[in-house]
């Protein structure tokens, strides 16, 4: 098991050129939300635009229009033709990297139009949340996600991927051969967060248990999403992803406390996350 330490990611870590721009800096596609869920694309949209990314969009149903463009101005929205929850998959945009399933919701179309997207589209994904319960529920779809994606189980939603396990040991075999039939990377998240490449077990040196909010995922999957559109490879943007997120949160707790932190401060707190790796 390889720990995620500040040397392994000075590895990684890419600082901005200083002669980039938007158009260079990478474009992330956020697919997802139902009505009541919008939330969620809101926090991934956001997050992907302040760990870096150029442009992002975020794909919604229409009653998500309006509260994407008032609750992120930054960010671009197109939408499905339903009105509460996605039944079409369809955009004209080139998305450099795409993250699906926040708040998406498991209604039938919405589970028959990620059906339709996975059989077209050819872009590595970031699964989380509904489309991997969507993916549990219909589990020889797996086949037609794409190679080098990532999945982002938190451990419910491994389990219904994977099945009950009784130990630890039996929980990560079990996650090494999903990741091995798929050939795929495994962000298995929990405390701590570990990341499983094949038969390669990463495990994450940050965060704390002020984590354990809503809406934290969405976040994560919003910085991993920014990431890959800027050319990290999927295990690197899920390593250095997974960093950033509880690095994030070790910041923001002396001033925030346990009980006070939420999801949004995950995002407030990635500038000063980021000017560490600067240092």
């Not at 309006?66 to 998959?89: K, R, S, W």
């Not at 999801?263 to 707190?269: E, L, N, Q, T, V």
């Amino acid at each position: 098991m390889i720990l995620i330490t500040r040397e392994l990611i000075s590895q990684i870590y890419q600082p901005i050129a200083f002669d980039t721009h938007k158009g260079i800096q990478g474009h992330a596609l956020i697919i997802g939300g139902s009505y009541g869920k919008m939330g969620s694309v809101c926090l991934s949209s956001k997050a992907a635009l302040k760990s870096g990314c150029g442009l992002v969009t975020a794909l919604v149903p229409k009653c998500g229009y309006e509260i994407v463009q008032i609750a992120i101005p930054e960010v671009m929205v197109v939408t499905d033709e339903a009105n509460a929850a996605i039944e079409e998959i369809y955009f004209q945009i080139k998305p450099d990297a795409i993250g699906i399933g926040m708040g998406m919701g498991q209604e039938k179309v919405t589970q028959f139009a990620f059906h339709q997207f996975l059989s077209t589209n050819k872009l590595p994904l970031v699964v989380d949340a509904d489309a991997l319960n969507i993916l549990s529920m219909n589990k020889d779809w797996i086949a037609s996600v794409p190679k080098k994606s990532i999945l982002t189980p938190h451990p419910k939603e491994l389990e219904r991927l994977i099945g009950t396990w009784q130990t630890v040991e039996e929980k990560l075999e079990k996650t090494i051969q999903l990741s091995l039939k798929m050939d795929c990377v495994i962000v298995v998240k929990g405390a701590p967060t570990l990341i499983v490449d094949g038969t390669t077990i990463y495990k994450n040196t940050t965060g704390n248990p002020a984590l354990a909010t809503a809406g934290s995922g969405d976040v994560l999957t919003g910085i991993i999403t920014s990431l890959i559109a800027q050319k990290y490879s999927s295990l690197h943007a899920a390593i250095l992803g997974v960093f950033l997120h509880g690095l994030a949160a070790d910041i923001a707790l002396p001033e925030t406390g346990y009980q006070s932190f939420i999801a949004s401060d995950i995002i407030g707190y990635l500038g000063k996350a980021f000017l560490s790796l600067d240092k």
